[in-house]
């Protein structure tokens, strides 16, 4: 048996005043969601129609992944398209024919706009369309935007699936309600919650990305969804928009938050309570137990979250409810207040809830609360631990496996390793 989860008896910070700050910002742009995007997706092609600095930045998150047979590229804006000589769609027709002659593996093309895309507005979303017609119907082509200008590091993949929901088939008449996980997961944390799903009763369910690209799962009135990924917003609302209905549900991190997750497509499912106990029960108390082994450098100390990547809300959540930590200010890129509730009535009243970023003003607030730990992009990583905080770079959450029961305790340990290094060199 397992206990019930402890009431949330105040409100938290479902109702608190949220600082919102515009200025000068640290964070990455859309692109590098293409990094994990098209390993989830393996007959897909990333195609960026941008400059020499959306290549670099691709190679650079990229690293050590620029492979033989690399599954994304630039196709760079010369100065001459720039100065209108060349005509850009014919160029690109041109980049995309010699692209698909030469990898004739490739389902699903994806025209991602970038800021020299869009400044010298370049049409992608007709370029996809009038493509579509000479490779349909052996190559899907899809466009979508990852620009500095639109959109904030995760929020590539947000874009990117949004722009998948038009293609997903209708439902036949009368369908079976179906259960869709949205977001893209490691292959080997999707397995598990699926099976966590399945072992549940729920045995028609679905995952956006799917590992075909072009295997899109249906959607329509019968789909109930859930997210896995705090940064889902525009997908959410494209599935919305086709009769889906969001199960909104904290996000599965930790022993709690994965209870609570599976919790929600339980109940949506009218499976039977008892049933939903006795399966969660072996994960969430292994993941229990995982969470011990670094409760000891966590547990009382504050942590300060610069904005990144979305997930810094629901991971506040995990460390504060299941690991006692303190968090002082948690700030996020962008805060979807609907998909949030859960997380934010989870979260002490005195947290300072920020959106946006003034990078300066900001790390004048971190010096100011002198936290146990700062997480925070590469870019301030090292001058922050120069003057003496201890950090932790948000972008390995990002390419982490930290869903799930199984993976909670790594999750810890992420938070945890910082603060140990920090004691042993001190000593
Ligand atoms: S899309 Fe914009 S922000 Fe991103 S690398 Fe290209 S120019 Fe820079």
């Known amino acids: 048996m397992i206990a019930a989860a402890p009431p949330v008896l105040d409100q938290g910070c479902a109702s608190a005043p949220v600082l919102r700050e515009r200025g000068q910002r640290e964070v ?37 992944m620029i492979f033989a047979e690399p599954r994304f590229a630039t196709a760079i804006i010369e100065e001459r398209d720039l100065a209108g000589l060349a005509d850009a769609n014919e160029e690109l027709d041109r980049v995309v024919r ?9 389902r699903t093309l994806f025209l991602v706009g970038s800021c020299p895309s869009e400044v010298i507005k370049l049409d992608l979303a007709r370029a996809a369309q009038r493509l579509a017609g000479a490779f349909l119907p052996d190559v899907r ?27 997903m088939p209708e439902p036949a008449a009368g369908a079976e309600p179906e259960l869709l996980i949205v977001g893209a997961l490691p292959d080997i944390v999707e397995d598990q919650l699926v099976r966590l799903v399945r072992d549940l009763g729920i045995t028609r369910v679905s995952c956006l990305p799917a590992r075909q690209s072009r295997d899109l799962p249906a959607v329509g009135p019968n789909t109930r ?15 919305e928009d086709r009769g889906a209905v969001h199960l909104s549900a904290p ?23 008892m049933h ?67 997380e934010l009535a989870q979260l002490p009243e005195a947290t300072v809830i920020s959106e946006g970023q003034d990078v300066d003003r900001q790390l004048d607030r971190v010096r100011a609360a002198k936290p146990d730990i700062t997480v925070c992009g590469l870019g301030l990583a090292n001058p922050l631990e120069a003057e003496g ?23 810890a340990e992420l938070f945890a390793r910082p603060i140990r290094r920090r004691d042993v060199l001190r000593v």
């Open 276 to 342: 939903f106990r006795a399966t969660v029960a072996p994960g969430r108390e292994r993941a229990k137990r995982a969470l011990e082994h670094s409760r000891a450098q966590l547990e009382g100390k504050s942590i300060f979250f610069l904005p990144d990547s979305q997930l810094e809300l629901p991971l506040a959540r995990f460390l504060h409810r299941e690991l006692g930590m303190v968090p002082v200010e948690v700030g996020t890129p962008y805060l979807h207040r609907a998909h949030m509730a859960a």
């Open 251 to 273: 996000f599965p991190f930790g022993a709690e938050g994965t209870t609570d997750w599976l919790h929600a497509a339980a109940r949506a499912f009218g499976v039977d309570e």
């Open 141 to 167: 082509i899809v466009n979508y935007s990852g620009s500095g200008i639109e959109t904030t590091f995760t929020q590539g993949e947000d874009a990117c699936l949004a722009s998948l929901v038009p293609f």
């Open 225 to 239: 969804f859930l997210l896995a990924q705090p940064f889902l917003g525009d997908t959410a609302q494209a599935l």
């Open 28 to 64: 990455f742009c859309g692109l590098t969601g293409i990094v994990w995007l098209h390993r989830k997706m393996p007959d897909a092609f990333f195609l960026v129609v941008g400059s020499r600095t959306c290549a670099h930045l691709l190679q650079s998150a990229a690293g050590v």
């Open 389 to 411: 905080f201890t950090t932790k770079w948000a972008i390995e959450l990002v390419f982490s496996p930290i869903h799930g029961f199984d993976q909670a305790g790594d999750l």
């Open 98 to 106: 010699r692209l698909l002659a030469r990898r004739p593996e490739i």
